[in-house]
């Protein structure tokens, strides 16, 4: 039978002497727009989890529960979900700032964790996260990289590692958020870290998962060689990095050190380098555009239409705006709790780790240093950058 971490039988025998799957005890920690996506993911469509707490200090919160999770429970305050009995793990998609502590709290009581992204928009408050994971390696800490679990970028990180492409060398990733005239998102930003470590930080990730950051380099009939790579320090994943940007639609976030359209470049150790564009003034809705350049293939991944119907008018012939970033990413979500609720229940290795996130917490730092500063960022050998 299976056991959960605080030592309760989560499995039962069907009378034949078969054991049951075990189902994993799930809580949400933070009930928003996020929050909500997973408790009805986890609630409705991930069989091997069951959801038994949602805490969240919002009235709209506990009406949400009680309209749309039958039987579970609610709580305020998520210190009141830790001691739950036969708890196995918790998601966590607080604002914020609440990140690194919540996640600290929860591996002390020896619960797995789902944290959203980023890890904190404080680089140094990530550290201790990163420690405290380090030192509980029976428990799986997952970060919220979701683009990693979406069917055509899957096909796309296949298909490089297939070395048809050949090596690839460059990536460019384009994001871009639909304009929100309402000022709702002013607001927002000054708590989010700034529009690399709360917008670019996916394409960070996915940048470094793509190129094979990270990774040790491979042998490749196509392209490049391992030899031919650039020594990499040990430590060192980036040589460089540059950014500026413009505000184009929001001029209140001139006062917040920030933009609402930001261009970077990063410069690997392993030779590869990534551009990054970052709109938060699409017109057409939400777009996620990714172009890896191999030294064999050119491979694309655009942002599919929200409908099938082509549309002809007098204004000419089109489709339905690009959905927002839950429709274009909604099928990920689900994949990406059910690869959790597997690592859990299975002991598999995290496909998304905290040490990922760390990672591109450091590149996302270093990009707003120098887009406030107009000056490149070096890395050190220890694999910090040069602030």
């Known amino acids: 039978m299976a056991v959960t971490m605080n030592g309760t039988t989560n499995g039962s025998s069907n009378g034949n002497g078969h054991v ?10 933070g009930c928003g727009r996020m929050g909500q996506r ?7 469509l991930t069989p091997r989890a069951s959801l038994v707490a949602v805490a969240d200090p919002s009235p709209a919160a506990k009406t949400w529960v009680q309209e749309n999770l039958d039987g579970v429970q609610y709580f305020e305050d998520p210190e009141q979900v830790f ?50 994971a380090d030192s509980r390696p029976d428990l799986k800490v997952m970060i919220g990289f979701v683009r990693r679990f979406d069917t055509a970028f899957k096909q796309l990180h296949t298909h490089l590692t297939s070395t048809a492409a050949g090596q690839p ?70 040589n460089r990095v540059y950014a500026t ?32 564009h970052l709109s938060r003034t699409g017109m057409g809705g939400y777009e996620s555009l990714v172009e890896v350049f191999g030294t064999e293939q050119k491979l694309v991944v655009e942002t599919p239409a929200s409908s099938h119907v082509e549309v002809t008018d007098g204004h000419g012939r089109r489709v339905e705006s690009a959905p927002t970033y839950i429709e274009r990413f909604g099928e990920a979500f689900i994949h990406e709790v059910k ?17 990922d996130a760390f990672q591109a917490a450091l590149i996302a730092k270093a990009l707003t240093q120098s887009f406030r500063t107009g000056k490149p960022v070096d890395f050190g050998d220890d694999g ?3 602030l």
């Open 339 to 355: 690869a959790f609720v597997d690592c859990c229940l299975d002991d598999k290795p995290v496909p998304t780790s905290v040490a």
């Open 245 to 276: 940007g413009l505000t184009v639609r929001h001029p209140e976030l001139h006062e917040q050190d920030d933009c609402d359209n930001a261009l970077g470049v990063i410069e690997y150790a392993n030779g590869s380098s990534c551009t990054l």
């Open 20 to 29: 049951k799957p075990a189902k994993l005890k799930v809580a949400i920690l």
């Open 83 to 132: 001691d739950l009995p036969g708890l196995d793990a918790v998601i966590i998609s607080t604002i914020t700032s609440t990140h690194a502590p919540l996640t600290i709290k929860a591996v002390e009581k020896g619960l797995h964790v789902l944290l959203e992204k980023p890890i904190s928009i404080d680089v140094e408050d990530s550290r201790p996260v990163l420690a405290v």
């Open 38 to 44: 997973h408790a009805h993911n986890i609630f409705h």
């Open 384 to 386: 910090e950058p040069i």
């Open 169 to 238: 060398f460059l990536l460019k990733s384009t994001t871009q958020d639909a304009y929100d005239p309402s000022g709702f998102f002013v607001a927002y930003a000054k708590a989010s870290g700034g529009i690399f470590m709360d917008c670019g930080i996916h394409d960070i990730d996915m940048s470094r998962w793509f190129l094979g950051v990270g990774q040790p380099a491979k042998n490749n009939t196509n392209g490049l060689s391992q030899s031919s790579r650039p020594p990499v320090l040990s430590g060192k994943q980036v």
